[in-house]
């Protein structure tokens, strides 16, 4: 293509796929598990694992230029092509799961507006309104990414310029409001029997924090549509320490102007029950008027990442060729069809199964987790090997510290996130098999060899174990 991202419009996709509506409710949605002294530890920990993840991206971005799609490429270099199936797939799935969220929460938003107690339009969003409004909304982000990326591009720029404003006003607004008695007041939770012990409620803010990560890795996947290599990397680092600056304030300025017990009990997007406590109801006007911008922007930026993931996987042979077909604007046409009419379809989902954008969101953060441990695995594979280090022992010594600290990161999420979401996950990574066998045909490859074999068997039966406590509710879906 002729035109390509510049690092602008790089930094703005990173930032408008991480800061989408988690941050909106991240003060109730912490508060509920962990009190302040929790908090603070959890986001060292959490900023600590996404700074070295990030940094662990731009190396990779830098040392294999020529590994398109990042996040999947990176696992199937490093541990062949069923590892590199999966990350895609499993990576595709939590696309298309977020934007479910998404456009699900727009009109739970917007319920702030238009329903009344006797009058319900779009309750939580997953009333048949909302649901239909909803599917109007994804099919009209889809028609605007078929115009191309790049157009999708600067108005990604554009809503991620306007999500900012009723954040920053936040920030301010609670940081005069601050008082340090309330923030320190059961400062460890050991007054709330509820909460646990310490390494219980950081647990479970860790758990909520990676939410409000997951699209760290935006512009690694859009790397081949970068005008320049290594802004690939900048815009990774700079969204991330932007995003992760927010963040921290949002959380911790709330604990010192409403106290644990209080913010755990507000209703959801807790920052506008906050602001409209400090400054009126103004406050809450506009935090659901910057929830509803921010989240379409999220919607847009993840709608080009959905497309661009097995557009990339069917250029490189990890998903069947058709997926790499483009129109004449050069957007990824096929892959964004079978993206947006899964949506619709997990949509369809969602009403009868009546699910929550909470819901959602604990089933996109599990599906995400393979992909981020392969490539901080992936790193560290690299820099134990030296492979493209060569007379570079520092960045070599470097690089593996980060590696080693991202791959422990992840597999702690792992175990943070619970048996259910993992039985989830392999009910969601399942289908793929059959993809992945069509597309080993479709290039020409052989099938499945031993190892592969027995992975797949056990993916199976844990996806058959988890399909029979979904259906006897032992693992709810809302």
């Keep these: 293509m002729d035109k390509k991202l510049g690092l602008g419009a790089l930094i703005s996709l990173v930032i408008g796929s991480m800061i989408g509506a988690g941050v909106f409710s991240l003060p109730q949605n912490i508060a509920a598990h962990a009190s302040a002294g929790a908090v603070a530890l959890g986001w060292t920990i959490t900023g600590l694992g996404m700074i070295c993840l990030a940094l662990v991206y731009q190396s990779l971005s830098l040392r294999r230029p020529d590994l398109d799609g990042g996040i999947f490429s990176y696992a199937r270099a490093g541990f062949g092509d069923f590892i590199g199936f999966n990350a895609a797939w499993g990576y595709w799935i939590c696309q298309l799961l977020a934007n479910v969220s998404y456009a699900v929460v727009v009109f739970s938003a917007l319920s702030y507006f238009f329903d009344t107690p006797d009058n319900v339009i779009f309750g939580d969003g997953n ?6 409004l909803a599917s109007l909304l994804i099919w009209s982000v889809h028609a605007l990414v078929l115009r191309g990326v790049q157009v ?28 340090l008695k309330t923030f320190t007041l059961d400062f460890w939770g050991h ?25 760290i890795e935006g512009a690694v996947v859009v790397s081949a549509r970068a005008r320049h290599r290594k802004d690939v990397g900048r815009a990774t680092v700079l969204a991330l320490l932007g995003a992760l600056t927010l963040y921290v304030m949002v ?26 406590a400090v400054v009126g109801p103004w406050g809450a006007w506009l935090i659901n008027i910057g929830l509803v911008i921010s989240v379409m922007g999220a919607l847009l930026s993840w709608t080009v990442l959905a497309a661009e993931v097995p557009f990339i996987a069917g250029k490189t042979g990890v998903f069947p060729a058709w997926f790499a077909r483009e129109n004449k604007r050069g957007s990824p046409s096929v892959s964004l069809w079978c993206s947006t009419c899964l949506v619709q379809a997990f949509l369809i989902i969602i009403y009868f199964q009546n699910s929550t954008y909470l819901a959602l969101v604990n089933i996109t953060t599990a599906a995400a987790l393979v992909p981020y441990v392969f490539s901080g695995a992936y790193g560290l594979k690299l820099a134990l090997s030296g492979q493209t280090y060569e007379g570079q022992p520092y ?48 290039h020409g490859l052989r099938g499945l060899n031993r190892l592969e074999q027995g992975m797949t068997a056990a993916l199976l039966g844990f996806a058959v174990l988890a399909f029979y406590k979904v259906v006897d509710g032992t693992i709810p879906l809302n």
């Design 251 to 276: 959380t911790l300025f709330s604990l010192g102007v409403m106290s644990q017990p209080e913010l755990a009990a507000l209703k959801n997007p807790s920052t506008a029950m906050i602001l409209e």
């Design 127 to 132: 009333t048949p309104t909302a649901i239909v």
């Design 395 to 442: 960045q070599r010594k470097r690089d593996l510290l980060l590696a080693l600290v991202a791959t422990f990161y992840g597999c702690w999420l792992v175990y943070a996130a619970g048996v259910e979401y993992l039985l989830l996950v392999a009910l969601l990574y399942s289908p793929g098999i059959l993809i992945y066998w069509k597309a080993r045909q479709h």
């Design 152 to 179: 999708a591009a600067l108005v990604n720029i554009v809503t991620t310029i306007a999500k900012m404003v009723p954040l920053i006003v936040f920030c301010v607004a609670v940081l005069l409001a601050f008082n």
């Design 191 to 215: 007054g709330n029997g509820e909460l646990g012990s310490v390494m219980d409620q950081i647990k479970s803010t860790m758990k909520v924090t990676l939410w409000v990560f997951i699209g």
